[in-house]
């Protein structure tokens, strides 16, 4: 054997109680496991003394906003530390692929708060293949830091089928974005993602998406909507993705499926028994949640739609514009702009996470209330300025969850882990490199929400099912060695509000195709990830 693992805790994905036993590991995938005093102990070139530490899959993040970075950084100990060997990508409807000159320039302005402007990234690519071939090519070939499986996004094809325009797609347009999803899947992709609160995604009716998730199911993928509201009316929005998806006979797995604002305080047991009344009666449905209660995205995001309408050069000459600047000021903070989930915005609860612009890092870890009071000004003229001055750039923190909805919803038959982590920015949110520590420290081994072998079996053999993986997402003989060992007692994320890019502690080896990516606590220079693509 390549390498065998001795005398570990394995619990191994089923979520059934874990046992002891030595694992041995050769060319890239899990060759024997002998329990205790079952048989004889295999040997190997290589030996891990265990005792102590937990064996358990890799874990799968389902919603990460890792699309540059693993160009970007060879590293990418945000993600490796935490045991995570497979990130999903192409989320909530914008990011890289397909695209063409105009909509690439586009779409990389529009989230440049996620991913940076990507003016240190080769565009060489303008279709999923060839977004999938840059990750396995990527580093001189070396290929990426962990695994990555791609959804096709479905704001960008809008982007390049229809543009920025609030209307119904034509028919043309409509059979061109078709196209483009077959492509997209025909070329690997796991499905197709929205994000029905950023323009242009949210511009497309429900008979427009169920057009698309049509051509999704063909292929057996799923569809990853960030719904169009997760505060007034959030159990109308899972409503309306649950009846589009069972309507075109798709798969679904909601985005990041909270319920905040004060509105949904509590409430998270109707959504849940939204989902169990489809799933009784047949629908395929799974969704992620990361356990933290602020939410992050871009400041941008927070305006109306009809602001956004013909993108990033758009917004900003209605932004300089005094008369149209205070109808998108009483949108926001009277009515309630579709952006904030049609929630009044509460300026004390959006803080800065994040700049594009270097000389306005003064304004990052303060709210808007914060940094306004201390101008002697109202928060919208502070909140105006920011947006022009750094051309749509910053990120935020949106301080509007309820924890015992979080703890609600993590415990839920088809619930996985996704940290939604933006990497970018001065203070970005800790769960971008914590999530999955804080899953098995805090809220298992410390708050007992969940049972240790059951918080596993969230975060690796349950996404793995939603990807059609049929080897990986077990500790199985066969499959392929992406594994993890923690200390039980001790794993907790480092990350904090605070300190947010602190590795996690409890970690010591972490493992892909066999290979250490984290050894003895610390990154190696190995860069065993490719893309994972979808296979007929």
Request: with cysteine; charged share 25%.
């Amino acid at each position: 054997m390549d390498l065998v693992i001795r005398d570990a805790r394995v619990i191994d994905g089923t979520g059934d109680a874990s046992y002891r036993a030595d694992v041995a590991i050769a060319n890239g995938r899990i060759a024997e496991i002998q329990r205790e005093g079952e048989g004889p102990r295999p040997s190997g070139k290589r030996t891990v003394d265990a005792d102590g530490l937990a064996l358990s899959p890799g874990f799968i993040d389902m919603h990460a906003h890792s699309d540059l970075a693993l160009l970007r950084d060879p590293d990418h100990s945000a993600k490796a530390a935490q045991g995570v060997t497979l990130e999903v990508i192409g989320q909530d409807g914008l990011s890289y692929a397909p695209v063409d000159d105009r909509t690439l320039a586009q779409v990389r302005q529009a989230i440049t708060g996620w991913n940076g402007d990507g003016s240190d990234i080769d565009f060489s690519w303008r279709t999923v293949g060839g977004y999938l071939d840059a990750l396995d090519h990527a580093h001189g070939g070396r290929g990426i830091a962990v695994n990555a499986a791609y959804l096709i996004p479905q704001g960008t094809v809008r982007m390049y089928a229809v543009g920025w325009d609030d209307r119904p797609a034509t028919a043309e347009e409509l059979a061109r974005m078709r196209q483009l999803v077959a492509e997209g899947m025909e070329q690997g992709a796991v499905g197709m993602s929205s994000g029905l609160t950023y323009t242009p995604g949210m511009y497309a009716k429900d008979s427009e998406l169920a057009e698309l998730c049509r051509v999704v199911a063909r292929y057996d993928g799923y569809y990853c909507p960030h719904h169009r509201s997760y505060g007034a009316g959030a159990l109308d929005a899972y409503r309306e993705m649950v009846d589009l998806t069972r309507d075109a006979d798709c798969a679904l797995h909601l985005a990041h499926a909270t319920m905040n604002f004060g509105v949904n305080k509590g409430k998270a047991p109707e959504l849940l028994a939204l989902i169990d009344d489809a799933l009784d009666g047949g629908a395929d449905i799974s969704l992620d949640t990361y356990p933290y209660t602020p939410g992050c995205t871009t400041l941008v995001a927070m305006l109306p739609s009809w602001a956004s309408e013909g993108g990033p050069d758009a917004i900003l000459a209605r932004l300089q514009d005094d008369e149209t600047a205070e109808k998108i000021r009483h949108h926001m903070e009277e009515i309630g702009a579709d952006g904030c989930h049609g929630v009044p915005i509460e300026w004390d609860t959006i803080e800065i996470s994040g700049v594009s612009d270097p000389g306005l890092a003064s304004c990052v870890g303060k709210t808007i209330a914060q940094s306004a009071a201390q101008r002697g000004e109202a928060p919208w003229i502070t909140a105006r300025r920011l947006l022009i001055n750094d051309r749509l750039g910053s990120t935020i923190l949106q301080h509007v969850g309820h924890e015992e909805n979080v703890q609600a919803i993590m415990k839920h038959r088809v619930h996985t882990g996704g940290s939604d982590g933006i990497l970018q920015g001065f203070k970005p949110h800790p769960r971008a490199y914590g999530t999955f520590p804080q899953y098995l420290g805090r809220y298992a081994r410390e708050l007992g929400v969940l049972g240790l072998e059951e918080t596993v079996a969230h975060l690796t053999s349950r996404p793995a099912a939603r990807l059609r993986l049929t080897d990986r997402g077990l500790v199985r003989e066969g499959y392929r060695a992406d594994l993890v060992l923690f200390d039980p007692t001790t794993v907790a994320a480092g990350s904090t509000f605070e300190a947010p890019r602190t590795l996690p502690v409890g970690i010591p080896h972490v493992l892909i195709d066999g290979h250490f990516v984290i050894q003895d606590g610390k990154r190696t220079d190995i860069l065993a990830g490719r893309s994972i693509r979808r296979t007929p």
